[in-house]
């Protein structure tokens, strides 16, 4: 038995060497130098501008679909785990499982800032929401240090407001520019990865 393995490897070398040889000169070039092929020369030339037109609609068009999805994910984030927490008495001290809702808020904000970054990032991909965002970067730039000020305990009822305008504000942007932004409740480990 030992003398077959090594027959074997051999064999699978040799097999391998000729697919890869059989497949690199199926792709090769053709080898007509003669110039005789200038109809199929131009042909493809102009497929090329019809692909980068349809590419940079589709980049557009993808532009606005990751804002809608990172926009409502931060949301879904927010009003899940910052907003209806507060507004049940779950932030105040003594109340029960005060602690957990404050770790999730802190995560949910950092999480909610990111998305919001992401959604602002994405939304340069198509002017007119471009525009309609654009005023809006430096209410998300406010949200940065609200997750840690969430998780510590620290946040009150203008902070937990700050996120809801924001999100508002966003959702509003996107609506104007036919992105209509829509909560969508991230689980709790797309919040701690």
Not at 30 to 50: R, Y
Not at 167 to 177: P, Q
């Amino acid at each position: 038995m030992p003398r077959s393995l090594p027959l074997r490897r051999t064999l699978a070398a040799l097999l391998l060497s000729c697919a890869l040889v059989a497949g690199g000169t199926a792709c090769g070039d053709s080898g007509d130098t003669s110039g005789g092929n200038t109809a199929s020369a131009s042909a493809v030339a102009s497929p090329s501008v019809s692909v980068s037109v349809s590419a940079s609609a589709e980049k557009q068009r993808l532009a606005k679909t990751r804002f809608v999805a990172n926009a409502g994910l931060a949301a879904g984030a927010t009003y899940q785990w910052i907003v209806k927490p507060y507004r049940a008495g779950t932030f105040r001290k003594g109340a029960e499982g005060r602690r957990l809702a404050l770790v999730k808020a802190g995560l949910a904000g950092g999480f909610a800032y990111n998305r919001l970054q992401a959604a602002a990032k994405n939304a340069k991909g198509d002017p007119l929401l471009s525009k309609a965002v654009a005023p809006l970067t430096a209410g998300i730039e406010s949200l940065k240090g609200l997750g840690t000020k969430l998780r510590k305990g620290e946040a009150g009822e203008g902070d937990v407001g700050a996120f809801e305008s924001v999100i508002e504000s966003i959702k509003n942007a996107g609506k104007d520019a036919g992105a209509e932004v829509k909560d969508k409740v991230p689980s709790t480990s797309q919040l701690t990865g």
